[in-house]
């Protein structure tokens, strides 16, 4: 009964956000007439909630720019914290004379699936769903008084996420103290790039973007890709098989994953063939649940269904079936003037 209470209060704060949400341009004009507004004299500081891949360098890039920008440096940029309980936790002890001025979160993440972070570090991942959730369980540490007020603003630079009306209803609850102030949360509705410009000067750029959908390891030729990109935007209006230099690409993946976990090795259901692997994905609600977080259709994520064992502390065997679907996303970029 709790959960169907939570789950219909979550569909009311949906309907809520799509009837308040306001439309992009409004944020994207909002914040950038507060950049570099310094009338507060207050402090700023940054937080990475990332850390780079192998010959990928997002995160060390974007703690330059916020090292460095003339306008939008911030005192302080923290790279320890990879949680948003930490971000909290971390404001609440750096105790000083009067809240933040500007706190900024960098993150990966997309409006489908939220950010690419757990709430806590065993909690959940913050996807719309659960950071709505959050806003109703209080599961997370309350923000202090002295860390932020109503004039404290947050941006959050992670790709997209601006575009969720959840996200937006959630964030700024999550960042409220225990007296009602609540701070100015921005998120990003656009793909946030930071690279060097042709001086090596970090920079910060705002892109718009369209995705496409394909399984990891099959993507499809670029005819085709351009034919389904056309069909899928056609208000564009664009030649998406000769695309202008302004129009970059960059492509990634999301996965889905998910473990069962059984009492014995007997009782693990037969995956010998791809038609059982694909009925044991299609009767598990919550594979279903992720793939529904995802915006994702089933068909455009590569499966591996397999049944597997590990050990626990005493040497005893587990056993569990391991689901992973990996889509790969293929972004068309417009750098916003």
């Avoid at 009964?1 to 956000?17: F, N, Q, S, W, Y």
């Avoid at 005493?314 to 056993?319: F, H, I, T, V």
């Amino acid at each position: 009964m709790k959960t169907k209470r939570i789950t219909l209060a979550i569909c009311l704060i949906i309907i809520l956000g799509l009837m308040v949400t306001p439309p992009l341009w409004r944020f994207e004009l909002s914040r950038v007439n507060t950049l570099g507004n310094d009338e507060s004299e207050r402090r700023s500081i940054t937080f990475i909630l990332g850390e780079d891949k192998v010959n990928k360098t997002y995160f060390a890039d974007a703690a330059e720019y916020f090292q460095s920008d003339s306008i939008e440096a911030t005192d302080e940029v923290i790279s320890s914290c990879k949680t948003l309980d930490c971000v909290i936790e971390t404001l609440n002890a750096l105790k000083q004379s009067e809240p933040w001025g500007l706190i900024n979160i960098v993150a990966h993440g997309n409006p489908q699936t939220g950010l690419n972070v757990y709430l806590s570090m065993d909690g959940h991942k913050a996807t719309p769903k659960r950071m709505v959730q959050e806003t109703l369980l209080r599961n997370l540490p309350r923000i202090a008084s002295h860390s932020v007020d109503s004039t404290t603003s947050i941006n959050v630079w992670s790709c997209g996420i601006g575009k969720s009306p959840m996200i937006n209803f959630a964030l700024p609850l999550i960042f409220s103290d225990k007296l009602g102030n609540r701070p100015d949360v921005y998120c990003s509705p656009y793909f946030v790039i930071f690279e060097p410009d042709s001086n090596g000067i970090m920079r910060k750029l705002n892109a718009s973007y369209w995705p496409y959908y394909f399984k990891r390891g099959y993507r499809p030729s670029q005819s085709e890709i351009a034919t389904q990109m056309a069909s899928q935007f056609p208000e564009e209006r664009k030649d998406w098989d000769n695309l202008s230099e302004e129009v970059r690409t960059l492509d990634y993946h999301i996965p889905v994953s998910f473990t069962k976990y059984y009492s014995d090795k007997a009782h693990r259901p037969d995956l010998s063939t791809k038609e059982a692997k694909m009925a044991f994905i299609d009767n598990e609600p919550k594979v279903l649940e992720l793939i529904a977080e995802s915006g994702i259709p089933r068909e455009k994520f590569e499966w591996k269904v397999e049944k597997r064992y590990e050990l626990d502390e005493s040497g005893n065997p587990r056993y569990f079936v391991k689901v992973l679907g990996m889509s790969t996303v293929l972004c068309f970029l417009e750098i916003a003037s």
